[in-house]
């Protein structure tokens, strides 16, 4: 029969050794141990406090990230030919009603025309469209119209769902 001081000791030792495994401590004296996951657990908010640093200078360099902290993939390609336009792919990791009225509203904003999309809101929010520039809305300046002022619009559309939205 095993004593009740080998009972309460053997999930305190169990424990030791995980935190000796999760720290990589070569050390075997519980002090040791506890000192090293110490300093291992004092490195990793370091290493979090280098990140934030790291995420706030990113988000001054670039304007577009620090008005739109909402996460989210957003490709704009020029289409050529005939029907001149921009073929547009918007992912978010979280469902987000509502949103595709905020974005077919920049659509209509921007003179473009949706010829075909595809869509999923469930569980996150997918958006691949193709659009030409609307001929009823056309002035020489309009045909030409710059991706990155689609993908702004789409930024944009998206911060003021955002704001709606909370």
């Given at each position: 029969?095993?004593s009740?001081?080998?009972?309460?000791?053997?999930?305190?030792?169990?424990?030791?050794?995980?935190?000796?495994?999760?720290?990589?401590?070569?050390?075997?004296?519980?002090?040791?141990?506890?000192?090293?996951?110490?300093?291992?657990?004092?490195?990793?908010?370091?290493?979090?406090?280098?990140?934030?640093?790291?995420?706030?200078?990113?988000?001054?360099?670039?304007?577009?990230t620090?008005?739109?902290?909402?996460?989210?993939?957003?490709?704009?390609?020029?289409?050529?030919?005939?029907?001149?336009?921009?073929?547009?792919?918007?992912?978010?990791?979280?469902?987000?009603?509502?949103?595709?009225?905020?974005?077919l509203?920049?659509?209509?904003?921007?003179?473009?025309?949706?010829?075909?999309?595809?869509?999923?809101?469930?569980?996150?929010?997918?958006?691949e469209?193709?659009?030409?520039?609307?001929?009823?809305?056309?002035?020489?300046?309009?045909?030409?119209?710059?991706?990155?002022?689609?993908?702004?619009?789409?930024?944009?559309?998206?911060?003021?769902?955002?704001?709606?939205?909370?």
């Amino acid at each position: 029969m095993v004593s009740k001081q080998v009972q309460k000791r053997a999930p305190v030792y169990k424990k030791l050794q995980s935190l000796r495994s999760i720290s990589n401590s070569p050390a075997h004296s519980k002090s040791s141990i506890i000192l090293d996951a110490v300093k291992y657990i004092q490195e990793l908010k370091r290493k979090i406090e280098e990140m934030n640093q790291e995420t706030v200078a990113a988000a001054a360099q670039n304007p577009t990230t620090a008005q739109n902290p909402f996460p989210v993939q957003l490709e704009v390609e020029p289409r050529e030919g005939d029907q001149a336009g921009f073929q547009i792919k918007m992912f978010t990791e979280k469902s987000c009603s509502g949103l595709l009225v905020f974005v077919l509203e920049a659509f209509e904003e921007l003179g473009l025309d949706v010829l075909q999309a595809r869509v999923s809101c469930s569980g996150n929010f997918l958006l691949e469209a193709v659009t030409t520039i609307n001929n009823d809305n056309q002035n020489g300046d309009d045909h030409h119209k710059d991706a990155e002022v689609v993908r702004e619009a789409m930024l944009q559309a998206i911060q003021s769902w955002n704001e709606v939205s909370q």
